[in-house]
């Protein structure tokens, strides 16, 4: 429909935050010409390097050149104040950062940046726009609200809608919702899911395969792909679960 081609690359074992651009050698260093490498774990709203922070010393720092964005070092989670700049996960490189990555896990802050950095061939770019890190379970969440707010805003035509549906809710068409459930606010339901009757989710993302029997309670949660939540159960606070578990009823 956009006239884009995708290539998806599922790794077997992890490798890290540089080693998959090693396993898309062929496809980047193609023509020779910049690419653009995106995190998947930031909501943003422009396509820049780093970021400013409130509170710097959670973080791993960029220190950089004001007139000329030169990175000169980064400094892990600093006692005292270097810089209040982060790494947003966004990167323009050219194909030459290729010959710098073997194919193994690798770590592109902790051991490809600093070395670019040293020989000054990496500089850095100020987000103006809105950033936010939802690496974490609870900033996840956050970060679906307020998706779904801006899916209302947008486009709430794809939103669902119907008997004992609260607030912002997305739902996929072969999910299925028993009776006298109650769904929302922010709530996404994937592929397959199987919601049972009587059941309470708010708060919460429920991937694709899950059940959720009869008459349980979930609010913040994330229920990984194909899992079984029993009947009766109560989980709240943040609670992950992750593929294939099995909850017992209560």
Known sequence: QLGIRISLSH????????GPLALARDLLAEGGE?????????ICEGSLVVTRVEEPAKYG??????????ICRFVEKPRVFVSNKINAGLYIFSP????????????????????????????????????????????????????????????????????GVVGNVLVDPSAKIGANCVIGPNVTIGAGVVVEDGVR??????????RIRSHSWLESCI??????????VRMENVTVLGEDVIVNDE
């Open 223 to 232: 229920v990984g792909w194909s899992c079984s939540v029993g009947q009766w």
């Open 34 to 42: 910049p690419f653009f490498v995106l995190n998947s774990a930031v």
């Open 96 to 163: 030459g950062i290729l010959q710098r990555i073997q194919l193994r896990p690798t770590s592109i802050e902790k051991e490809i940046f600093p070395a670019m950095a040293q020989e000054g061939q990496l500089y850095a770019m100020e987000l103006q726009g809105f950033w936010m890190d939802i690496g974490q379970p609870k900033d996840f969440l956050t970060g679906m609200c307020m998706y779904l707010q801006a899916l209302r805003a947008q486009h709430p035509e794809k939103l669902h809608s119907g008997p």
């Open 11 to 18: 790794e077997k074992e992890p490798l890290g935050t540089a």
């Open 61 to 70: 720092v960029v220190v950089s050149e004001t007139e000329t964005g030169r």
């Open 201 to 210: 989710i708010k708060r919460c993302t429920v991937l694709e395969g899950a």
